[in-house]
């Protein structure tokens, strides 16, 4: 069998596919961010740096790069303790666990996209449930003192809750301050489940009797056995759980393109949208193809971050 | 610990799980809501979660010439009616289906060859190819669809089925996923096969795929939901013909023409486009939460 030539036609498709749709690609990104290039022109100029000079330079570009950092630094910190936490909270109910299970992960499921809308709808300030919720609270009292701060001597009208009482409550797509946060929001939404499915797989992977042992050597609360065995023992899905969902909060897309567009003024203009935007619909393929190389470099960084830690062998077997 | 103690614990952890269910189910709830209500009663929020279903009419209706009684409706029937006839919503259900399948079908055509060589025959560079598929897993979609881009519109394929589906015609998470699986499978049952008489490409087909079909339906799961869902791939190469739009893309689309109440429409065909997956997984949830976080590294 090592003589025949089966091999050949067994591996020949796969090969050039992969030369002709995913390495080939890369290189023409990298070739056309040192050029003007648009589609449809004959020609093109070489500018060397100028496009990366731009990505550094121009306030528009600074304000990409703070969107979408920041999108990653909210969704993967909520995103992975929710996932971490309700996974521990369903592996210690008596009853119960499944249902949950299956309610956090339809977010996963569910087209994003259609989603995005239903969230757009639900935080609107005039046909929104989640507004019209926040105002009729303003008439109940112990729930206005909680939110006011008033309970503990705050003054009402300092607060975000109070003044909103009165002025009405925040556009949570509009205002430049929020949008962010609500599209990050929507990101934790849709990503807690996918990491609580991946922490109650490493769960299970962890043995029972060193929780006696631990016991046995004096970790007597809670606490102390999550601190000294869980999280230790859960190493690997640690590393897996956190690249994972960094390495998705950096494509994120969808909901910026269809809630915010990358508004209002630039609060929202994540490299993706970037990315789509300059290289695709303004036909501004030289700048398009830097952000393209500079996102490939922050995600190889990561999946090899990953490579490394899982080399290192965090976990204890 | 005694047992009222142990009740008490039980009871808070139920409390934070209900509060946590309450906001995740939220855009579902109002999806579905919003579906079923007449457009005064998605305005004013009222009418709870199925709302009056007072007699409306449809104005448009009466505009196109058609009488009263034509056009008087409950409201859960004109959002659906409408959801169906103002976009052709039937036929981007129909291009979802027709994409995801076909790219399903490629994807294992080109990977289970691939994968059965780089698994259980020998010869020279398979480590080479084994490496460049590690590689390959490397690269990020988003990475490529600029220069994919451009190919495909230099050689004038853009708005087609073809730009659709041609991306994803080779998984490399899928060649090395299944080369994973095939390394579990026993030397002799290829050798028996091969003293059959049987030549390597009917090894494939009948014998490896049968073994296959576990991982196979993991993978499928994943590449569907994956396809279903996806939005970026269609906006870029999709850019005017509404025929070729798949479901996401034609929603999109639905919500920028929207002008003033279509509120409820357009939620009637969000929820006609998430129903098909979520009823799926309803029924089958074990398999697809193996499928989704199996190949969860891409």
């Known amino acids: 069998m090592t003589n025949s030539r089966t091999h050949i036609a067994f591996v020949a498709p796969a090969i050039i596919l992969m030369l002709v749709i995913l390495i080939f690609p890369v290189f023409v990104a990298a070739t056309l961010s040192f050029t003007d290039y648009s589609l449809g022109n004959k020609t093109f100029n070489w500018v060397s740096w100028e496009n990366y000079e731009a990505l550094l330079k121009r306030s528009s570009y600074k304000k990409m790069f703070s969107a979408s950092l920041t999108y990653v630094f909210i969704v993967v910190p909520f995103s992975v303790v929710l996932g971490l936490g309700s996974a521990l909270l369903l592996s210690s109910l008596r009853f119960g666990s499944e249902i949950y299970k299956t309610i956090f992960f339809l977010p996963v499921m569910a087209t994003l996209l259609a989603m995005a809308i239903a969230w757009e709808f639900t935080v609107d300030p005039i046909i929104g449930v989640a507004n019209a919720t926040l105002k009729s609270g303003c008439e109940v009292k112990w729930f206005y003192s909680l939110m006011t701060g008033s309970w503990r001597g705050g003054e009402p009208l300092d607060s975000w809750y109070g003044l909103g009482c009165v002025e009405g409550m925040p556009n949570w797509l509009g205002d430049r301050k929020l949008a962010l946060g609500t599209i990050s929001f929507i990101g934790v939404w849709q990503a807690f489940g996918f990491n609580m499915v991946l922490y109650l797989a490493g769960l299970t992977a962890v043995p029972r009797e060193l929780y006696n042992a631990a016991q046995m050597d004096g970790a007597d609360t809670a606490w102390k056995r999550f601190r000294l065995v869980t999280w230790p023992m859960l190493g690997p899905s640690h590393v897996f759980v956190v690249t994972i969902t960094s390495i998705r909060s950096f494509q994120v897309f969808d909901t910026v393109e269809a809630l915010t567009q990358g508004g209002p003024s630039k609060a929202t203009y994540v490299m993706v949208y970037a990315m789509f935007e300059k290289g695709i619909k303004q036909n501004l393929v030289g700048i398009g193809s830097a952000i393209t190389i500079v996102f490939l470099a922050f995600v190889l960084i990561l999946t090899l971050t990953q490579v490394y830690f899982v080399n290192r062998r965090v976990h204890y077997s | ?298």
């Open chain 2, 1 to 298: 610990m005694n047992k009222s103690e142990n009740w008490y614990s039980e009871f808070s952890k139920h409390m934070i799980l209900l509060f946590g269910t309450i906001i995740v189910i939220l855009p579902f709830y109002l999806m579905l809501s919003f579906s079923f209500k007449s457009p005064a009663e998605i305005q004013s929020i009222s009418g709870g979660f199925f709302g009056n279903q007072a007699l409306m009419t449809d104005n448009r209706c009466l505009k196109a010439g058609k009488s009263k009684e034509a056009c008087t409706m409950r409201p859960v029937i004109y959002n659906y009616s409408a959801a169906f006839s103002e976009a052709p919503l039937l036929r981007y259900l129909l291009n979802g289906v027709i994409v995801t399948l076909s790219i399903f079908f490629i994807q294992v055509i080109v990977a289970l060859p691939c994968a059965y060589a780089l698994a259980k025959l020998k010869f020279w560079g398979r480590d080479v190819v084994f490496g460049l598929v590690i590689f390959c897993l490397l690269i990020p979609v988003h990475a490529i669809a600029l220069p994919l881009y451009l190919m495909l519109a230099k050689v004038g394929l853009t708005n087609t089925y073809a730009s659709l589906v041609i991306p994803w015609t080779i998984s490399v998470f899928g060649i090395f996923l299944m080369r994973q699986f095939f390394k579990t499978v026993p030397d002799d049952l290829i050798d028996a096969a091969r003293m059959d008489g049987m030549s390597e490409f009917s090894i494939v087909w009948t014998v490896m795929l049968p073994t296959a079909i576990p991982a196979l339906l993991a993978f499928g799961i994943f590449s569907v939901v994956a396809h279903w869902n996806d939005y970026f791939w269609p906006r870029v190469v999709i850019t005017g013909d509404r025929d070729l739009m798949t479901p996401p893309l034609g929603l999109r689309m639905f919500k920028s023409d929207m002008d003033g109440n279509e509120y409820g429409p357009m939620m009637a065909a969000a929820t006609v486009i998430v129903a098909p997956l979520v009823v799926a997984f309803l029924l089958a949830q074990r398999r697809f939460i193996e499928g989704i976080t199996l190949t969860g590294m891409k």
